[in-house]
């Protein structure tokens, strides 16, 4: 691991294994090209993330792409998400135009341009798959989190991208039912999807109330904007941590508390049930 302005920027074991590999198959160029885009593709992410105000603790770079840790304490909405997540292939698809180029102008080595412009193509292509922690899983969940309560968007993500990665498994382990050989590269890549996505899922509880503790920002934002909040009809039997579940990401509510009868007895902002769940 090694520290740059401040970021812990490490291999994952996974692209260790391929490495050591490598230099017994001859294909080490190869690789250290792969490694020299995946960094140019997380560098897309970690200066979009710090342009937006973000904070990047950590970076773990993969065969395919990288795992970043940031700290936005609630000033990441879903468009600044959407657009950390795209920065990474955005800059796959410079690095094409480029290579294109150079090709056109007769420079370098025509075979390693192919090379170049198809291992970027695939990352690029593969990142945009939507399926979480990949970049297009990120587009997909912040865009969903625009539509649907956080929680309900945190909760069917998770569960997609798991049915996702195990469908991952099964084709990369289809050929042995035929009696072939598994498809390795893809089962690794599979495995590590799914058991992103199981400890993801995990952690969801911890996720969700970290939502809650910045919920202080969207207050901010709902001043600043003049909009009328989102109003959540609620019956007083309904227990707090339901209602919590309903509160959108980019949107500030206001709670209408119903009778059996159907009168509204109490119309509360959205801080006195976080205080009140919390024990504040």
Same mark, same amino acid.
């Given at each position: 691991?090694?520290?740059?302005?401040?970021?812990?920027?490490?291999?994952?074991?996974? =692209?260790?294994?391929?490495?050591?590999?490598?230099?017994?198959?001859?294909?080490?160029?190869?690789?250290?090209?792969?490694?020299?885009?995946? =960094?140019?593709?997380?560098? !897309?992410?970690?200066?979009?993330?710090?342009?937006?105000?973000?904070?990047?603790?950590?970076?773990?770079? $993969?065969?395919?792409?990288?795992?970043?840790?940031?700290?936005?304490? @609630?000033?990441?909405?879903?468009?600044?998400?959407?657009?950390?997540?795209?920065? @990474?292939?955005?800059?796959?698809?410079?690095?094409?135009? /480029?290579?294109?180029?150079? !090709?056109?102008? !007769?420079?370098?080595?025509?075979?390693?341009?192919?090379?170049?412009?198809?291992?970027?193509?695939?990352?690029?292509?593969?990142?945009?798959?939507?399926?979480?922690? /990949?970049? !297009? @899983?990120?587009?997909?969940?912040?865009?969903?989190?625009?539509?649907?309560?956080? %929680?309900?968007?945190?909760?069917?993500?998770?569960?997609?991208?798991?049915?996702?990665? $195990?469908?991952?498994?099964?084709?990369?382990?289809?050929? $042995?039912?035929?009696?072939?050989?598994?498809?390795?590269?893809?089962?690794?890549?599979?495995?590590?999807?799914?058991?992103?996505?199981?400890?993801?899922?995990?952690?969801?509880?911890?996720?969700?109330?970290?939502?809650?503790?910045?919920?202080?920002?969207? %207050?901010?934002?709902?001043?600043?904007?003049?909009?009328?909040?989102?109003?959540?009809?609620?019956?007083?039997?309904?227990?707090?941590?339901?209602?919590?579940?309903?509160?959108?990401?980019?949107?500030?509510?206001?709670?209408?508390?119903?009778?059996?009868?159907?009168?509204?007895?109490?119309?509360?902002?959205?801080?006195?049930?976080?205080?009140?769940?919390? @024990?504040?």
């Amino acid at each position: 691991m090694i520290r740059i302005f401040g970021i812990d920027l490490s291999l994952h074991p996974l =692209f260790i294994m391929i490495m050591l590999l490598s230099v017994f198959t001859g294909q080490f160029l190869e690789l250290l090209t792969l490694f020299t885009i995946v =960094f140019i593709h997380e560098l !897309g992410h970690v200066a979009a993330a710090l342009l937006a105000g973000i904070t990047v603790r950590s970076v773990q770079l $993969l065969p395919f792409g990288g795992v970043a840790v940031m700290e936005d304490h @609630g000033r990441l909405t879903a468009a600044r998400e959407i657009g950390i997540a795209l920065a @990474g292939p955005l800059q796959n698809a410079v690095m094409i135009g /480029l290579a294109l180029a150079v !090709g056109q102008a !007769g420079a370098g080595n025509p075979e390693f341009i192919s090379y170049f412009i198809h291992a970027n193509a695939m990352i690029a292509l593969f990142n945009l798959l939507p399926v979480l922690p /990949l970049d !297009g @899983g990120k587009v997909l969940q912040a865009a969903f989190s625009l539509l649907f309560p956080y %929680y309900f968007t945190l909760l069917w993500s998770g569960r997609i991208s798991i049915a996702a990665s $195990l469908l991952v498994i099964g084709y990369a382990l289809a050929p $042995l039912a035929a009696g072939g050989g598994a498809g390795l590269n893809l089962l690794l890549i599979g495995a590590f999807l799914l058991y992103s996505n199981l400890t993801d899922h995990r952690n969801l509880p911890y996720r969700f109330m970290a939502f809650l503790m910045n919920r202080e920002v969207q %207050y901010e934002r709902h001043l600043l904007s003049g909009k009328d909040a989102t109003p959540i009809v609620a019956f007083t039997a309904k227990p707090l941590e339901a209602i919590l579940r309903l509160f959108k990401r980019n949107q500030y509510h206001f709670i209408e508390v119903v009778n059996s009868e159907g009168r509204i007895v109490a119309v509360l902002p959205e801080q006195r049930l976080i205080s009140s769940y919390f @024990g504040i």
